[in-house]
């Protein structure tokens, strides 16, 4: 991965402050969520960017991918609704 951590964060942080700006200042329900997308994404890109320069969080990330993929081989749906019971 080319750059540094301090980049990507910064890149996160505009994209949450334009996403925060355009749902504050627009009243259009569809622009709304578009904002709410941008915001959501940046969390996404500053999640990635931690795992990706930060050493420990690359084992836990693939552990966690992991545990998603057991759970949804054994449940056999990707409806969150229906993991309320893990004993089962």
């Known amino acids: 991965m080319s750059g540094s951590l301090d980049s990507y ?5 505009l ?3 334009i ?5 504050l200042a627009r009243r259009n329900a569809i622009s709304m969520l578009m904002s709410i997308e941008l ?13 990706a320069f930060v ?17 949804y081989r054994n449940k056999k749906t990707p409806l969150v609704d229906e993991y309320d ?3 089962e």
């Open 85 to 87: 019971s893990m004993s």
């Open 15 to 17: 994209l949450f402050a």
């Open 19 to 23: 996403g925060t700006f355009g749902f």
């Open 55 to 71: 050493k420990p969080l690359q084992t836990h990330a693939a552990v966690i991918a992991l545990i998603v993929i057991a759970i």
């Open 39 to 51: 915001m959501l994404n940046a969390a996404n890109l500053t999640i990635v960017a931690f795992g």
């Open 9 to 13: 964060l910064v890149l996160s942080g």
